[in-house]
């Protein structure tokens, strides 16, 4: 089996709330995704999602997608995309870095060899360790009063764990996180994510203020030592997220005892074989993660809950469900949330099928026409 052609497509996402904002006063109202198909000469095309948060959130830019995509993709074909360690190889040696571009095509890839064994993705990743998964809900930032009273409506529809963003002025978010905790109930999770919004001083003092709190903190600061030192200073739970970009990171963290859990997002440590490497490595070490990616849609949903269902329940701390944010289906199949939870289909590969009447022609073409 040899790849004949990648393929992409650019579609929009708008949000249901109108506005997702996070630290340092970033938004976005309308996400660009990325839909990547990966075609073989036996007839078996896979498919995937990418969808960067904006562009100031990572080193990674949705247009940046399709780029990397025109400038590694022809270096592919030829390639036999069941061999995933050879694929994984070449994306590097023709490009350094931008693991976010190589992501897409390698969870193509995953979903054309599940098809071929007939198995759904999660069988090939490690098998069931669970029959669902338990969402979080990502609450965007607003005032104190505000984000209570939307995690108060999200618990309504089965949540129970809460990422509420913070990482702006520290009095405010002392508020926020108080206010939000106050509303919730023993058992609910609370997790103040700062997004790397806050400098060393703010978070030292954030993290005494709260200290009496039930609250985990996650990523207060930009670089892995800031965090570090922030980590020292408290005795509440710590998550790391946007600096853990590899396996060398996670072993230094592993090492340092930086961190409880993790957020692994599939795109931006360069797809499911890297993915999958990093939690076996976590579950090893007893860290467990927060199964997710930087956004999207149906597709990365999917991905998501097939990971996740492949990971054991006492580590996987939770996944996201991204396709109940948006406005718009792109695919067929995908993991819808019920009460809360989500399960990967059963179906061959990510058990997915593309809405071509909602992604319109690709972009970018690459081989065979």
């Known amino acids: 089996m040899k790849i004949t052609a990648i393929k992409a497509w650019q579609v929009d996402l708008p949000l249901k709330e109108g506005r997702y904002s996070w630290s340092n006063g970033n938004f976005v109202e309308v996400f660009d995704a990325t839909v990547v198909a990966v075609e073989t000469d036996a007839g078996i095309t896979g498919y995937a999602e990418c969808c960067p948060l904006g562009s100031a959130y990572l080193p990674a830019y949705a247009a940046g997608v399709r780029a990397g995509l025109a400038e590694i993709g022809g270096k592919l074909i030829g390639l036999d995309p069941r061999d995933l360690g050879v694929l994984n190889r070449r994306m590097d040696a023709v490009l350094r870095g931008h693991a976010y571009v190589k992501a897409p095509v390698d969870v193509a890839c995953w979903d054309i060899l599940g098809k071929v064994a007939g198995l759904p993705a999660y069988k090939l990743l490690g098998g069931s360790e669970q029959a669902d998964i338990a969402l979080y809900r990502a609450i965007s930032q607003l005032p104190p009063e505000e984000m209570a009273r939307n995690i108060a409506g999200y618990r309504k529809e089965g949540y129970h764990k809460f990422q509420l963003k913070v990482g702006a002025d520290a009095n405010d978010d002392i508020a926020r996180i108080r206010a939000c905790r106050k509303i919730l109930e023993s058992g609910d999770v609370l997790v103040a994510d700062a997004n790397t919004g806050w400098t060393m001083h703010e978070a030292a003092r954030v993290v005494a203020a709260v200290r009496d709190v039930d609250v985990y903190i996650e990523q207060p600061c930009p670089s892995y030592d800031e965090c570090l030192s922030i980590r020292r200073r408290t005795g509440l739970p710590f998550v790391l997220d946007e600096v853990i970009t590899g396996t060398d990171v996670l072993v230094r963290g592993l ?58 329940a006492e580590f996987c701390f939770s996944a996201t469900d991204f396709n109940s944010y948006g406005t718009v289906t792109i695919a067929d199949g995908a993991p819808q949330r019920v009460d809360g939870r989500m399960t990967a289909p059963d179906r061959p590969g990510l058990g997915i099928e593309p809405r071509f009447d909602v992604l319109g022609d690709p972009v970018v073409v690459i081989g065979a026409r």
């Open 255 to 312: 090492g340092d005892n930086a961190m409880d859990v993790i957020n692994l997002k599939i795109s931006k440590v360069g797809g499911l074989t890297k993915a999958r490497l990093m939690r076996d490595l976590c579950v090893a070490a007893g860290i467990p993660m927060t199964i997710e990616d930087t956004w999207g849609g149906d597709i990365v949903t999917a991905a998501i809950a097939h990971l996740a269902r492949s990971t054991p």
